[in-house]
Every structure is written in structure tokens, then in C-alpha cells.
């Protein structure tokens, strides 16, 4: 078995770490596909297995929230035990979950099958990132690596309504898992042979309150962040955000006076972990707000079956991925933080397009919009992950990038919420006022409610009446996407600006690792 247990030299990666890159690759698009690819199954699941509204809910967000809850837990476990160790055990962990998944007989199975697949997805990610810089010491190739790291992100997350909607079109729900088991299969097969060993031989045991502590700081924030994105006026949401902060605050004071933290604070004496971390957050916030709108744009704006909305988003994320491949090159020859800004303000352009769309007939500009945005967006995920697991010691680069992976979820989360109820907010102040004459006040009332209420009114209406309701609906919604979108343009040039000041003395491809202990 090949294991370090302390950083080598730079050296120049080879053969077997581009194809241990390739492995790596599998469970990064496949966690990716698996948390967008269930959105198109869940009325067929739901209808099968008896669940209820409340039942198809935690369906979907518990992968989320055991996803989100374990991340930071995962990742310093994997610096300790070994990070190929930890991959290999939440391969065949979620491998297993997955086949358990497409064969529940009830609600409750599910729910718990998805439930265990996220604790086990929260092993893969940090440990994917963490073992490309064992991998790759050289920060050239490093850079590319992650950039690549990251496409494989952000196409698993375009693919997966495109591949489940071809799926769900001759096969049952169930079959949406599938992919799991093989690609499992194959990474127990190749990760042994390809992949390297890595565990800091310094570090302590893991603090258990420690653990217990940074999931009830995450788990009831994100809770309460998804719930409020539903609209919902209880307090409750409310609440588990607060309980959520001040059991924070108390993790926060233990971590600083335990002697094998869970989460090093001194990471974040780091200006360039920082501030990266910083924009990957407030970025995934734009990015998680905007794209569910523009989502529902295509299915309920211009009317478009969920694998042809899917469709239409794949050349955004191609968009991404190139973007993602281009900056590590650039940056090899211009300051990364011109690169960075360049991006964010390309991105800026393209929610600026998207604030142009008026009611249905905008797809041609919202598709010209998005993908510049997701072009520009493409070197702060690539550069700006590169400098947060690059900033970090080797010893703590599991922590780091769990981290980074928490900020991109946490920040996800924030923007569906914030800028969901924002366009919400928009869509209902548009229909505050009196409807086309013809429309009766139950149609009106449920138009009122949300543009699903609309289209589901304007189906039961004549012609007339319907087309009314349905252009009136339509308009009020793309104004609220273009106050989202404009949220998200002001938003990236600001970002732009706190690149320039945050990196501006990184010199072209240059190192990123500071000198922690």
C-alpha cells in the first residue's frame, strides 16, 4: 500500500495521478447527478410508495441535510484515519445505499437509504479534494487538476435532470440509482491500485462533543434556510436558525481551546482561505438562487417537459466547464485575482441579460444570459477552490476542503431561500392589483399564490380568460427572475472587487500553500 504520512517535494504529477484524477472523477459527478436526478422522480416515487406530502419532502432534503451536517466531521476524519481509507469505506457505503434506494417498499425505507447515502456522500467530497493535493504538489498542475475536479461538479449537477428524464421515460423511479452501484463497483476496484494514502500522523483523536456540536450548528440552519424558502410564515424556521448560530458560537469557543480541533480556526488567518471562502459562498448563493428560477422559467414560463428545460441547460454548463479550464492557464501568465474579476464581471453581464426578459418568449436571452454567467463564474469555483485547499497546510487539506464544500452548500441553500422568497415577493406584489376582467376570484386567488396555482387556474378557464391569466403570470414571475437576476449581477461585481483586493498579490502561478504548523 502507498501512504505518506508527511508532504513530499513538488514533483511533477505522472501517468498514474492523471488516471487516479479520472477515478477521483467518478464519485464527484455521480454526488453531483444525485442531487438534482430525484426532483423529476419524485411524483412517480410518490405515487408508488404511498408517500405524503410530508414524506416526499424529507425524500429530498434529507440527502441535503446528512450531506451538509457531516462534511466538516468527514473531512478531518479523513486527515486522521486516512483519506483513501475514508473514500473507500463511503464508496461502498453509498454503493450499497443506493441499490437499497431503487428497491424501497415504503416511504420510511427511503428516506432512511437516502439519509445514510448523504452521510456517506459527506466521505467523498472532502477526501476527492483532499487527495488531489496529495496528488498533485506541483501548483501548476494542481490548479488544473481542481479545475477539473470542479467541472466534473458542475456537469454532474446539469446532467442529472437531463439523464433522469431519459430514464424515467421507458424505466421506473427506481431506476435514477442505478448509476451508483457500477460507478461504486469500479472506484472499490481502481482506488486501492491508483489512488494514494494520506494521514497526518500528528493529528489527535476526534473530539465526539466536537462532532455533536457541528451538527447541531449546521443541520438546524440549513433546516430552517429550507423551510423558510417554502414560504413558510411559522416561526419554527426562525427559531432553528437561531439554535443553529449559538450552538455555532459554542463550537466555535471549544475549537479554540482544544489542542486537535475539528476545525482548525487557524486556517482562517489565512487571507487568501478567507476570501475565497468568502466568494465561493456569496457566489453559490447567486448561482443556487438564480438557477432555480431559471428552472421553473422554462417548465412553467415557456412551457417546456423537464428533459427539455434540462436540455436547455446543458450549454451553461458546458459554458462552465470551459471557463473552469481556461483560468488555471491564464492565471498561469496573469494574476489570478484579474482572472477571478474578469470572470465575476462576465458573470455580472450575464444576470444583467437575464434582467431584460420580458414574460414567455425570453428563452433565446435567458440562455445567452446564463451561459455567461456560468462562463464567468467557471474561474472563481476553479481558482477559487484551488486557493482554499491550497492555502491549507497538506496535513489539513481534508478540513479545508470540507470547508469549502459546506461554504458551496451553505451558500446554495442561503440563495434559493433569499432570492426564491425575493422573487416571490415580486411575483405576488405584481398580482397585488385587479386581474384581466373575465378571471373568477378562486382562479384569481390561486394565481395569487404562486405561478404552479396559475397555470393550474388558467387550465380550468376558456381560452380567453386563460390566456390572460397565463400572460399576467407569466409576466409577474420573469419580473421576479429579473430581480433575482439583478441581485446576482450587482452582487458578482462586488465579488469582482473583493477579488482584486483580496488576491492581488499572488503573482502569476504561484504557490498557494501558506506555512501553518
Same mark, same amino acid.
Given at each position: ?16 495521478? $492523471? ?129 477539473? $475536479? ?368
Amino acid at each position: 500500500m502507498r501512504e505518506a504520512t508527511t508532504p513530499g517535494p513538488q514533483t511533477r504529477a505522472g501517468r498514474r495521478e $492523471w488516471i487516479g484524477l479520472a477515478v477521483l472523477a467518478l464519485p464527484t459527478l455521480l454526488l453531483a447527478m444525485d442531487q438534482s436526478v430525484l426532483y423529476l422522480a419524485l411524483p412517480r416515487l410518490s405515487e408508488d410508495l404511498g408517500a405524503s406530502s410530508t414524506q416526499a419532502l424529507w425524500i429530498i432534503d434529507i440527502y441535503g441535510f446528512m450531506l451538509a451536517g457531516f462534511l466538516i466531521t468527514m473531512g478531518t476524519l479523513g486527515d486522521r484515519i486516512g483519506r483513501r481509507k475514508l473514500l473507500l469505506t463511503g464508496v461502498a457505503a453509498f454503493g450499497l445505499a443506493t441499490v437499497l434506494a431503487a428497491y424501497s417498499a415504503s416511504p420510511g425505507m427511503l428516506i432512511a437509504t437516502r439519509a445514510v447515502m448523504g452521510i456517506a456522500g459527506a466521505t467523498l467530497m472532502p477526501s476527492t479534494l483532499a487527495l488531489i493535493s496529495t496528488m498533485f504538489k506541483d501548483p501548476k498542475r494542481r490548479g488544473v487538476a481542481v479545475a477539473l $475536479w470542479f467541472s466534473c461538479l458542475m456537469v454532474g449537477s446539469a446532467l442529472g435532470p437531463v439523464i433522469g428524464g431519459a430514464m424515467l421515460e421507458s424505466l421506473w423511479w427506481g431506476s435514477v440509482f442505478w448509476l451508483g452501484a457500477p460507478v461504486m463497483a469500479l472506484l472499490l476496484v481502481l482506488g486501492p491500485v491508483l489512488l494514494p494514502e494520506y494521514r497526518d500522523p500528528a493529528a489527535g483523536r476526534i473530539d465526539l462533543a466536537s462532532v455533536v456540536l457541528s451538527l447541531g450548528t449546521i443541520l438546524p440552519i440549513i433546516f430552517g434556510i429550507k423551510e423558510l424558502a417554502k414560504g413558510d410564515p411559522d416561526a419554527v424556521p426562525a427559531l432553528s436558525i437561531v439554535v443553529g448560530v449559538a450552538v455555532g458560537v459554542a463550537f466555535l469557543l471549544r475549537q479554540r481551546h482544544l489542542p486537535n480541533p475539528l476545525l482548525d480556526l487557524r486556517l482562517f488567518d489565512s487571507r487568501a482561505f478567507t476570501a475565497a471562502l468568502l466568494i465561493l459562498l456569496l457566489g453559490s448563493f447567486a448561482m443556487g438562487g438564480v438557477y432555480l428560477l431559471v428552472s421553473m422559467y422554462l417548465q412553467v414560463v415557456e412551457g417546456l417537459s423537464p428533459l427539455r428545460a434540462g436540455l436547455w441547460l446543458v450549454p451553461s454548463a458546458v459554458a462552465i466547464v470551459v471557463g473552469s479550464m481556461l483560468a488555471p492557464a491564464i492565471a498561469q501568465r496573469v494574476r489570478p485575482a484579474y482572472v477571478i474579476a474578469a470572470g465575476l464581471l462576465v458573470a455580472a453581464v450575464g444576470y444583467f441579460l437575464i434582467t431584460q426578459i420580458c414574460g414567455a418568449g425570453g428563452l433565446p436571452l435567458l440562455v445567452s444570459g446564463f451561459v455567461l454567467a456560468f462562463f464567468g463564474s467557471g474561474p472563481m469555483g476553479a481558482l477559487g477552490t484551488n486557493f482554499v485547499v491550497g492555502s491549507a497546510p497538506p496535513a489539513k487539506a481534508g478540513s479545508a476542503a470540507s470547508v469549502s464544500e459546506t461554504a458551496n452548500h451553505l451558500g446554495i441553500a442561503l440563495g434559493i431561500a433569499v432570492l426564491g422568497s425575493l422573487g416571490s415577493a415580486v411575483y405576488r406584489g405584481q398580482l397585488a392589483g385587479p386581474l384581466p376582467a373575465g378571471i373568477p376570484a378562486e382562479a384569481a386567488g390561486a394565481a395569487r399564490e404562486s405561478i404552479t396555482g396559475a397555470v393550474a387556474a388558467a387550465e380550468r378557464l376558456p381560452i380567453g380568460p386563460a390566456t390572460e391569466l397565463s400572460h399576467t403570470a407569466h409576466a409577474a414571475f420573469t419580473a421576479g427572475l429579473n430581480a433575482a437576476a439583478a441581485v446576482g449581477a450587482v452582487l458578482f461585481v462586488g465579488l469582482a472587487v473583493l477579488a482584486v483586493v483580496a488576491f492581488r498579490h499572488r503573482h502569476p502561478g504561484g504557490d498557494s500553500h501558506s506555512h501553518l504548523p
